[in-house]
């Protein structure tokens, strides 16, 4: 396993450092430094470099049953336009596009690796105009009012610089009826994970769904899930995850 985390500075788009990880500390969580953790969260927040590619790869293969339960409780209908928030390398994107005939994809993201990512394995996707992937600043959405049917994110909530105004640019592109899906591992699941102090900001259902109904929406479904993960970030082993689903 590669553990030491080596920081570079970031040149990209989103705050943070770069960090490359080499083999030649192998030890294990409790080894790592105040500065590798942050570094860690800000991988996670923003993959960045080739580590980042890594990173985005681990977290593909760690948060896909989420992404599933998110899609699940979006009920992806045919021909619809759905807008994902924070897709990190998109591998997921081919379940996205089964779910029903015509279904038009789009990602927003913060991070011009995961951006270029998300690209290069989604190629044949793109090609045809069934994805679009686009880089933001992690608020202001660049599209126009009621444009999507159905919105997804997970595991981002916990990085929104701007909450209520992110939840308020996600109302404004929604259709009337259009539905928002956001999955999110619990408070109660995270905090004890070292990397969390770093980057994080942690919800539990109450202080998710106080954000989205200040902003004009209504609960319409919260599911719970426990899973235990083969995870392959450090430390993550089991948790509780929620999706809570929302109405225009
Ligand atoms: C922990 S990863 C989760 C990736 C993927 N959704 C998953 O669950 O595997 C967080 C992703 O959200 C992106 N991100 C962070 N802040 C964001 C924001 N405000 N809006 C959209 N994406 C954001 C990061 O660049 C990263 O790709």
Same mark, same amino acid.
């Given at each position: ?7 570079? $500075? ?11 990880? %080499? ?8 080894? #790592?430094?105040?500065?590798?953790l942050a570094s860690l969260a800000n991988q996670l927040s923003c993959p960045s470099g ?11 293969q760690t948060n896909i049953s989420m992404t599933q339960k998110a899609l699940e409780a979006a009920q992806i209908l045919s021909n619809q336009v759905v807008l994902e ?18 279904? %038009? ?19 044949? #996707? ?12 992690? %608020?202001?959405? $660049? ?19 701007? $909450? ?35 980057? #994080? ?39 509780? #995850? ?7």
């Amino acid at each position: 396993m590669l553990k030491h985390l080596e920081l570079k $500075p970031n040149k990209q788009g989103c705050k943070g450092n770069k960090i490359t990880m %080499t083999n030649k500390n192998k030890g294990m969580m409790k080894e #790592f430094t105040q500065k590798d953790l942050a570094s860690l969260a800000n991988q996670l927040s923003c993959p960045s470099g080739t580590s980042g590619i890594e990173v985005g790869n681990k977290m593909h293969q760690t948060n896909i049953s989420m992404t599933q339960k998110a899609l699940e409780a979006a009920q992806i209908l045919s021909n619809q336009v759905v807008l994902e928030l924070g897709h990190g390398n998109a591998a997921h994107l081919e379940q996205i596009l089964a779910k029903a005939q015509g279904v %038009t994809y789009h990602g927003l993201d913060v991070s011009e690796t995961m951006y270029e990512q998300a690209q290069k394995l989604n190629k044949e #996707f793109v090609e045809v105009q069934k994805a679009k992937f686009s880089l933001y600043d992690g %608020t202001n959405i $660049p599209y126009d009012v009621a444009t999507f049917d159905k919105i997804i994110t997970v595991n981002t909530i916990y990085f929104w610089q701007q $909450p209520a105004q992110l939840v308020r640019e996600l109302y404004r592109v929604l259709k009337p009826q259009g539905s928002l899906s956001i999955a999110f591992a619990q408070k109660s699941s995270m905090e004890s994970l070292p990397f969390t102090k770093y980057e #994080f900001a942690l919800y539990d259902t109450d202080t998710v769904t106080e954000l989205l109904e200040k902003e004009r929406f209504r609960v319409v479904n919260v599911v719970d899930q426990y899973e235990q993960i083969n995870s392959k970030i450090e430390g993550l082993n089991e948790r509780d #995850f929620t999706v809570v689903t929302v109405q225009k």
